[in-house]
């Protein structure tokens, strides 16, 4: 999970270097160094825990840093919504960058998809408000993520990070 955590640090900074606005790479780029933060945290406590034994307190810390993790990659991908949208600029020759920059125009895609149907679609109250009983929420970054079919994510036999994988090759 600390690994995967670090997979989304570099996702974030990626994004943060291609953003067009700097109000959102900033943003992007906070939200990575406290994932970064966390995530390094994580990795710190499970190798005490392994080391340490099974206790209840060692678990419980366990448990929180794994749920802070969480918390600071969801924050990454709101974060990385906003870039999307703002706007990214050119990506470098480097793979890594294009995957990134490919699975962000295939969520900014589903997204203007998802808008267009729903403005033909409106299911919206006598005020204009959009009625939230059946309203099909937004595609997000995560769920774009949780939608690609087990094959398709690439994630390595060794649950620890190699050198030469990329960023995309780990399931976030």
């Known amino acids: 999970i600390a690994s995967d955590g670090q997979a989304v640090v570099k996702f974030g ?14 943003e992007l780029l906070r939200a990575a160094e406290h994932t970064q933060s966390v995530s390094s945290q994580l990795g710190i406590v499970a190798r005490v825990k392994a080391v340490t034994g ?12 794994v ?5 600071a990659v ?3 991908l709101r974060a990385a919504e906003a870039a999307c949208v703002k706007g990214l600029g050119q990506a470098s020759a480097d793979p890594e960058e294009e995957a990134v920059a490919a699975f962000c125009q295939q ?5 203007t998809q ?3 149907k729903e ?4 299911d919206r109250d006598e005020l204009g408000l959009r009625k939230t009983r059946g309203a099909k929420a937004e595609p997000t970054l995560m769920s774009l993520v949780q939608e690609q079919p087990p094959g398709s994510r690439n994630i390595p036999k060794h649950p620890n990070p ?5 960023v995309m090759d780990r399931h976030l």
Do not use: F
């Open 13 to 26: 900074n990626i994004l943060a270097k291609h953003c067009l606005d700097q109000r959102c790479s900033m």
């Open 67 to 71: 749920q802070n993790l969480l918390r």
């Open 114 to 116: 998802h808008r267009a």
């Open 74 to 76: 969801q924050h990454v």
């Open 54 to 65: 099974d206790s209840k307190a060692s678990s419980e810390l366990l448990l929180s840093n």
């Open 119 to 122: 403005a033909l679609n409106s």
């Open 162 to 166: 190699r050198k030469g994988h990329t």
């Open 107 to 111: 969520w900014r895609k589903n997204l």
